[in-house]
């Protein structure tokens, strides 16, 4: 699996889940409407180039103590990829920082039960905000970095059908899986919350607008 893609070559608001970078092994396996009915999966080759490079009955076994090969196995699609190494804003930061480990694992079960446990969510495909939007969270970072944005993508990977409600089980499943990416961004969380000073989403993205744009030194 190529780990050498550099962030300008993965432009933010070009990036869709049916995106896909091939020579790069980049891919997308989400399958059409049509192709999803002829063949009774949500899953399968890569849409473009046709790779298959997803075990996905072993994935849809939704199994933490499997849970390495379901992680390596979302970086092969262009979309996750770019979610697990993509820079967190420093809102995105502070929100975690602010909550800690404990508080922000509760955080992330809410959401997965507001915005996709009802397959009959009203934003249904828009109801997990992107990076680009200043109300975006690590939580928001880690649903698109795991498949767990919307009922769509919940199918493809984890083998939920998309007029199925979510039981327990694999809510918990998919706040744990949340969590592996949220721990693995952010190694030096702490477990309670830190105090941080605060600042709109507005002021954090336009300061590091700012520093993007000022020269390097030197």
Not at 9 to 14: E, M, N, Q, T
Not at 28 to 46: D, E, M, Y
Request: glycine share 6%.
């Amino acid at each position: 699996m190529s780990a050498t893609n550099s962030q300008t070559d993965l432009k933010p608001l070009k990036i869709t889940c049916t995106s896909t970078k091939c020579e790069d092994n980049l891919h997308c396996f989400r399958q059409s409407g049509r192709i999803a009915k002829t063949t009774g999966s949500s899953g399968g080759k890569c849409r473009s180039c046709g790779a298959q490079l997803v075990n996905w009955d072993r994935v849809h076994q939704r199994n933490l103590n499997d849970v390495g090969y379901t992680i390596e196995a979302l970086k092969y699609e262009l979309i996750r990829h770019y979610f697990w190494h993509i820079p967190l804003s420093e809102y995105a930061i502070n929100y975690a920082r602010r909550k800690g480990k404990v508080a922000l694992r509760i955080a992330v079960q809410k959401q997965i039960r507001n915005a996709v446990a009802n397959p009959d969510h009203p934003l249904q495909g828009r109801q997990t905000p992107r990076e680009t939007s200043p109300h975006a969270t690590v939580v928001h970072y880690s649903q698109h970095a795991t498949a767990s944005c919307c009922r769509r993508c919940l199918e493809e990977w984890h083998g939920i059908p998309m007029n199925e409600h979510l039981n327990e089980e694999q809510i918990e499943y998919l706040t744990d899986l949340s969590m592996r990416y949220i721990e693995g961004r952010l190694p030096d969380l702490n477990e309670q919350p830190v105090q941080v000073p605060r600042r709109g989403p507005r002021q954090a993205a336009t300061q590091e607008a700012l520093r993007l744009e000022l020269p390097h030194a030197g």
